[in-house]
């Protein structure tokens, strides 16, 4: 395959893990449409990797299963390129679910292009406004402090604020990978944001992981409120106005079926619990909607 027959992927990305959460994750930004569907590869007993610039999409999942078996990001970033003919057209940023990094950026690889790798993230990009895009993002990830996804994110807002891809901007994505830390339980897919074509990429991928977290994450233990007392009476008022509930006198019995039915409707599915309780957050919609539902009524 000639070279203008490989389609091009000129990007910015992050992989970086999480030694405090053992999660691990992939931030990318580009004028590509659909990134998210081409650069980023997660495992949460592997590590992450990002693969740009004529991405070659084979090396997510043979580099996962090399690190899988414990293999150095450096030694999987060599097994991959060692045969690719391509491989000076490739740009790839590798970290392992012990925090050593890699990246490699190819010379006939658009310019600016280039990488820095350090223990627990590795930044690079290509079609960049110079090399203080790859450095802000390093720089970002380095000073900040809290979850992994706000920090990647973090990271690609500092990456486009230095100026960025030189093309402009179209799609984003975010992917995090925690052991057991998707929707139940059930998978490592903790999050799983694309924004496909947006002519802000960035600020609408950070404002879908505001959506996540209200959605997705689990009850946190201080957000636990006890269905009794003022509680109880709110959640009463809130379900009877939002049609839940009829009016009159109700059992505990018959407000957390009343409750369930509107958790499952709103897909607040990971903040149910079988205790009487009620999720803050969970609470604090309720009361958001009945208010909005009021305002509109007396329009």
Same mark, same amino acid.
């Not at 997660?42 to 414990?70: E, M, V, Y």
């Not at 959605?215 to 009877?240: A, K, Q, S």
């Given at each position: 395959?000639?070279?203008?027959?490989?389609?091009?992927?000129?990007?910015?990305?992050?992989?970086?893990?999480?030694?405090?959460?053992?999660?691990?994750?992939?931030?990318?930004?580009?004028?590509?449409?659909?990134?998210?569907?081409?650069?980023?590869?997660?495992?949460?007993?592997?590590?992450?990797?990002?693969?740009?610039?004529?991405?070659?999409?084979?090396?997510?999942?043979?580099?996962?299963?090399?690190?899988?078996?414990?293999?150095?990001?450096?030694?999987?970033?060599?097994?991959?390129?060692?045969?690719?003919?391509?491989?000076?057209?490739?740009?790839?940023?590798?970290?392992?679910?012990?925090?050593?990094?890699?990246?490699?950026?190819?010379?006939?690889?658009?310019?600016?292009?280039?990488?820095?790798?350090?223990?627990?993230?590795?930044?690079?990009?290509? #079609? $960049?406004?110079?090399? @203080?895009?790859?450095? =802000?993002?390093?720089?970002?990830?380095? /000073?900040? +402090?809290?979850? %992994?996804?706000?920090?990647?994110?973090?990271?690609?807002?500092?990456?486009?604020?230095?100026?960025?891809?030189?093309?402009?901007?179209?799609?984003?994505?975010?992917?995090?990978?925690?052991?057991?830390?998707?929707?139940?339980?059930?998978?490592?897919?903790?999050?799983?944001?694309?924004?496909?074509?947006?002519?802000?990429?960035?600020?609408?991928?950070?404002?879908?992981?505001?959506?996540?977290?209200?959605?997705?994450?689990?009850?946190?233990?201080?957000?636990?409120?006890?269905?009794?007392?003022?509680?109880?009476?709110?959640?009463?008022? #809130? $379900?009877?106005?939002? @049609?839940?509930?009829? =009016?009159?006198?109700?059992?505990?019995? /018959?407000? +957390?079926?009343? %409750?369930?039915?509107?958790?499952?409707?709103?897909?607040?599915?990971?903040?149910?619990?079988?205790?009487?309780?009620?999720?803050?957050?969970?609470?604090?919609?309720?009361?958001?909607?009945?208010?909005?539902?009021?305002?509109?009524?007396?329009?």
């Amino acid at each position: 395959m000639r070279h203008n027959e490989i389609p091009l992927v000129s990007t910015f990305s992050i992989v970086a893990y999480d030694e405090a959460t053992a999660e691990i994750g992939v931030a990318v930004q580009s004028k590509f449409l659909a990134v998210g569907a081409v650069v980023p590869s997660a495992n949460a007993d592997a590590g992450a990797i990002a693969t740009q610039s004529f991405a070659n999409t084979s090396f997510g999942p043979r580099g996962l299963a090399a690190l899988k078996l414990g293999n150095s990001p450096a030694d999987v970033l060599a097994d991959l390129l060692r045969d690719d003919p391509a491989r000076e057209l490739r740009q790839v940023g590798i970290v392992n679910a012990r925090g050593q990094s890699a990246t490699f950026t190819g010379k006939d690889c658009f310019p600016y292009a280039g990488g820095i790798a350090e223990h627990g993230f590795a930044a690079q990009g290509n #079609t $960049l406004h110079g090399p @203080g895009v790859v450095e =802000a993002i390093a720089e970002s990830f380095r /000073a900040s +402090k809290g979850p %992994l996804s706000e920090r990647l994110i973090a990271a690609l807002a500092a990456g486009q604020e230095a100026g960025g891809d030189r093309r402009g901007m179209q799609s984003a994505s975010l992917l995090i990978v925690k052991e057991n830390g998707g929707y139940g339980g059930f998978n490592d897919r903790a999050i799983d944001l694309r924004v496909d074509d947006h002519d802000q990429p960035i600020a609408e991928l950070a404002r879908l992981l505001t959506l996540h977290r209200l959605y997705f994450e689990r009850t946190r233990e201080e957000d636990r409120l006890p269905l009794t007392g003022e509680h109880l009476e709110e959640v009463i008022v #809130t $379900l009877c106005a939002l @049609g839940y509930l009829p =009016a009159g006198d109700h059992d505990m019995d /018959a407000v +957390k079926k009343a %409750l369930f039915s509107y958790i499952g409707t709103e897909n607040f599915d990971e903040r149910w619990c079988e205790d009487a309780i009620i999720d803050r957050k969970v609470l604090e919609f309720m009361k958001n909607q009945m208010a909005t539902q009021n305002n509109r009524s007396h329009a």
